[in-house]
């Protein structure tokens, strides 16, 4: 699993990425990375923000080897991620999309499109 956009559950410092729990209590006070004394930000992507190279070259090389791609709580007009669908049907994957956001033209043809909170739906369908 890679995580494109990031994870909420997570923080990271500034100056060095170190990623962190977010057990990290805010009571006024920045919080601080405990290796570096960097600030600690949410270790998602904010708008305007750009996805690491390295991460990037990292999910194309799997989206182009993938036996089925799962795209999870992305919108599949938002681009990286919605061009990775076509990537992925080209090489023969299978392509399934949970997201809340009702579906458009682009899930015509895709192998399986589940609408809902990703919280919801994942425990549902990786119990199966």
Not at 67 to 91: C, E, F, K, N, Q
Not at 93 to 101: I, P, Q, T
Not at 102 to 121: M, N
């Amino acid at each position: 699993m890679i995580e494109m956009n990031g994870n909420i559950h997570r923080m990271r410092c500034v100056d060095n990425a170190h990623l962190h729990r977010w057990d990290k209590r805010v009571d006024g006070n920045i919080p601080r990375c405990d290796l570096c004394d960097s600030m600690l930000r949410p270790d998602v992507l904010f708008f305007d923000e750009f996805i690491d190279r390295q991460k990037l070259a990292t999910i194309h090389e799997a989206v182009r080897t993938c036996d089925l791609l799962l795209i999870v709580g992305t919108p599949t007009t938002i681009y990286p991620a919605a061009g990775y669908i076509d990537i992925a049907r080209m090489r023969g994957a299978r392509v399934a999309v949970v997201s809340e956001d009702a579906p458009d033209t682009r899930q015509v043809g895709l192998g399986l499109f589940l609408q809902g909170k990703p919280a919801d739906v994942l425990p549902t369908i990786l119990i199966k």
